[in-house]
């Protein structure tokens, strides 16, 4: 085939997941399934692929969906799903909305705080979600709740649900984990940094808003960054973002109780309202998290021997394509995030007071809940797979960087960002792209594991004004038909983001790497 005919038909089951999605309003579920088919036709009938081998990929890339992505989501939401059946869940949101009166701290500590840790702990919209109630029910205005959450709701999502994105990226280019997300960190420091001050003149509907807690605002995103780098580098990608939330929480909480606010900034809430909570009901509500955050940390390269250990109860799988080429699944049982999520919750939950039998019909119904999420995202692993191993995201690549050349690199993070906004998931994005960034280095003869974060850089801005979020904080606001007022308002803050991130990655290019 000529170069630009294989181009052509490599877009096309991408150009008709955009569409149904988009346009004709497709399921994702559906469409990704439909999607799959198209990509097993053409690699097929136009890439030689034989039909044991399009199987036996199939089947691969829906394995590598449901361990370990699908657990690590079933994990995550699943402890949600149960701090708000034991009520752990109102506790820690009363406790937030009582640290101050002046709603420029409120919008911190809910949105930026407290959303960047739901997104490390769950994702899956409950960093829209419940920001967007807590600021309604203190007296935002709802258009500026959404707005103001949906801006921040992305750069966590780098290394929301448990660094799952990072890690599957790190999976699928075979790219070191630990590089990958502290350079992810590097291109969206200034993003870490800038979000915060945006966020609180949103509030007040000027620049000047900012007046009297600069400082507070300054440091909210600064105790983000430097934990995020730092666990990133070391670590790896299950807890920068639930280091970056929880120590940005404590900072801000802690100059939030030095900072006097001004009786016209007050929020209307009587003290006699406010509901106070003794140490160990805290430290009750938190179990879940707090057992979640240890046995991860315990399972990291911090701890070797306990890593070491947990790592041997594993299985390989295998997957012959033909004679000469055998694709090898690992699955640990016990050291994967997902499994490790499960068990906090069940501990948790128990200290939470919650009945074994309660446990398993909220896991149950988590399960039931995400049905579709489950085979859209196996779907969506495979099609991935197929594309890469026929060929096809090779092909692709390669006409991108003919046509762009060096000027590749600017619209690397602009790639991500339609992933996410097609697919609602920074994780999906990566298993979409993440092959094509690297192909496209390899073609630039530059660091792949600069245009592979670019692709989750970039999916970070592209969340803010994906449908699948527009729909959650419609349904947050009980706004209803008015997605077109929130797309509206998230907009311009997602071209300035992609573009000014397109220009940094540029320029780190030339700085660094040419």
Same mark, same amino acid.
């Given at each position: 085939?000529?170069?630009?005919?294989?181009?052509?038909?490599?877009?096309?089951?991408?150009?008709?997941?955009?569409?149904?999605?988009?346009?004709?309003?497709?399921?994702?579920?559906?469409?990704?399934?439909?999607?799959?088919?198209?990509?097993?036709?053409?690699?097929?009938?136009?890439?030689?692929?034989?039909?044991?081998?399009?199987?036996?990929?199939?089947?691969?890339?829906?394995?590598?969906?449901?361990?370990?992505?699908?657990?690590?989501?079933?994990?995550?939401?699943?402890?949600?799903?149960?701090?708000?059946?034991?009520?752990?869940?109102?506790?820690?949101?009363?406790?937030?909305?009582?640290?101050?009166?002046?709603?420029?701290?409120?919008?911190?500590?809910?949105?930026?705080?407290?959303?960047?840790?739901?997104?490390?702990?769950?994702?899956?919209?409950?960093?829209?979600?419940?920001?967007?109630?807590?600021?309604?029910?203190?007296?935002?205005?709802?258009?500026?709740?959404?707005?103001?959450?949906?801006?921040?709701?992305?750069?966590?999502?780098?290394?929301?649900?448990?660094?799952?994105?990072?890690?599957?990226?790190?999976?699928?280019?075979?790219?070191?984990?630990?590089?990958?997300?502290?350079?992810?960190?590097?291109?969206?420091?200034?993003?870490?940094?800038?979000?915060?001050?945006?966020?609180?003149?949103?509030?007040?509907?000027?620049?000047?808003?900012?007046?009297?807690?600069?400082?507070?605002?300054?440091?909210?995103?600064?105790?983000?960054?430097?934990?995020?780098?730092?666990?990133?580098?070391?670590?790896?990608?299950?807890?920068?973002?639930?280091?970056?939330?929880?120590?940005?929480?404590?900072?801000?909480?802690?100059?939030?109780?030095?900072?006097?606010?001004?009786?016209?900034?007050?929020?209307?809430?009587?003290?006699?309202?406010?509901?106070?909570?003794?140490?160990?009901?805290?430290?009750?509500?938190?179990?879940?998290?707090?057992?979640?955050?240890?046995?991860?940390?315990?399972?990291?390269?911090?701890?070797?021997?306990?890593?070491?250990?947990?790592?041997?109860?594993?299985?390989?799988?295998?997957?012959?394509?033909?004679?000469?080429?055998?694709?090898?699944?690992?699955?640990?049982?016990?050291?994967?995030?997902?499994?490790? $999520? #499960?068990?906090? +919750?069940? @501990?948790?939950? *128990?200290?939470?007071?919650?009945? =074994? !039998?309660? /446990?398993?019909?909220?896991?149950?119904?988590?399960?039931?809940?995400?049905?579709?999420? $489950? #085979?859209?995202? +196996?779907? @969506?692993?495979? *099609?991935?797979?197929?594309?890469? =191993? !026929?060929? /096809?995201?090779?092909?692709?690549?390669?006409?991108?960087?003919?046509?762009?050349?060096?000027?590749?690199?600017?619209?690397?993070?602009?790639?991500?960002?339609?992933?996410?906004?097609?697919?609602?998931?920074?994780?999906?994005?990566?298993?979409?792209?993440?092959?094509?960034?690297?192909?496209?280095?390899?073609?630039?003869?530059?660091?792949?594991?600069?245009?592979?974060?670019?692709?989750?850089?970039?999916?970070?801005?592209?969340?803010?004004?994906?449908?699948?979020?527009?729909?959650?904080?419609?349904?947050?606001?009980?706004?209803?038909?008015?997605?077109?007022?929130?797309?509206?308002?998230?907009?311009?803050?997602?071209?300035?983001?992609?573009?000014?991130?397109?220009?940094?990655?540029?320029?780190?290019?030339?700085?660094?790497?040419?």
């Amino acid at each position: 085939m000529s170069e630009y005919l294989s181009f052509i038909l490599g877009v096309i089951p991408l150009v008709a997941l955009i569409v149904m999605i988009l346009k004709i309003k497709t399921p994702i579920h559906y469409a990704v399934i439909i999607s799959l088919m198209v990509t097993l036709v053409l690699a097929g009938f136009f890439w030689k692929m034989p039909v044991q081998s399009l199987s036996m990929l199939t089947l691969y890339g829906a394995s590598k969906g449901l361990w370990p992505i699908i657990i690590v989501i079933l994990g995550a939401i699943y402890s949600y799903n149960l701090m708000l059946k034991t009520g752990s869940m109102d506790v820690i949101k009363n406790v937030l909305a009582n640290i101050s009166d002046d709603k420029r701290i409120q919008i911190l500590l809910i949105s930026w705080c407290f959303g960047g840790f739901l997104e490390a702990a769950a994702g899956y919209g409950t960093a829209v979600a419940i920001p967007i109630g807590i600021l309604i029910a203190l007296g935002f205005n709802p258009l500026k709740a959404a707005i103001a959450s949906l801006i921040v709701n992305t750069v966590p999502t780098a290394f929301g649900a448990v660094g799952i994105p990072v890690s599957i990226l790190a999976e699928q280019t075979g790219l070191p984990v630990q590089e990958l997300g502290s350079m992810i960190i590097v291109q969206l420091s200034l993003f870490n940094i800038l979000l915060p001050f945006v966020i609180v003149a949103i509030t007040g509907n000027s620049i000047k808003t900012i007046k009297g807690v600069f400082f507070i605002t300054l440091m909210c995103g600064v105790s983000t960054l430097i934990p995020q780098y730092l666990v990133a580098t070391y670590l790896g990608a299950e807890l920068p973002a639930f280091a970056g939330s929880l120590v940005s929480m404590l900072v801000t909480i802690f100059l939030a109780k030095r900072h006097k606010a001004s009786q016209k900034e007050q929020a209307e809430q009587p003290e006699n309202e406010k509901q106070h909570y003794s140490h160990p009901a805290l430290i009750q509500a938190s179990a879940i998290y707090l057992l979640t955050f240890l046995f991860i940390l315990l399972c990291s390269p911090l701890f070797p021997s306990i890593k070491s250990s947990v790592g041997q109860l594993s299985s390989i799988i295998p997957y012959t394509l033909s004679d000469n080429q055998v694709l090898k699944l690992k699955v640990e049982w016990l050291s994967t995030p997902g499994v490790l $999520i #499960i068990i906090a +919750t069940f @501990i948790g939950g *128990m200290i939470q007071g919650a009945r =074994i !039998s309660t /446990m398993f019909s909220v896991l149950w119904g988590t399960v039931v809940q995400l049905k579709n999420s $489950i #085979i859209a995202i +196996t779907a @969506i692993v495979a *099609m991935a797979t197929v594309m890469d =191993i !026929s060929g /096809m995201i090779n092909d692709i690549a390669n006409t991108l960087v003919n046509v762009t050349g060096i000027g590749y690199i600017f619209i690397a993070p602009m790639i991500g960002a339609l992933g996410t906004f097609v697919t609602g998931s920074d994780t999906n994005s990566n298993i979409l792209f993440g092959k094509l960034q690297t192909s496209a280095a390899a073609q630039l003869g530059i660091d792949p594991i600069l245009l592979a974060a670019a692709n989750t850089s970039g999916a970070t801005g592209g969340k803010m004004i994906s449908p699948q979020s527009i729909a959650i904080a419609v349904s947050a606001t009980r706004m209803d038909g008015q997605s077109g007022a929130i797309m509206s308002g998230t907009l311009k803050y997602c071209a300035m983001y992609i573009i000014i991130l397109g220009l940094k990655i540029s320029a780190m290019y030339y700085l660094f790497y040419s």
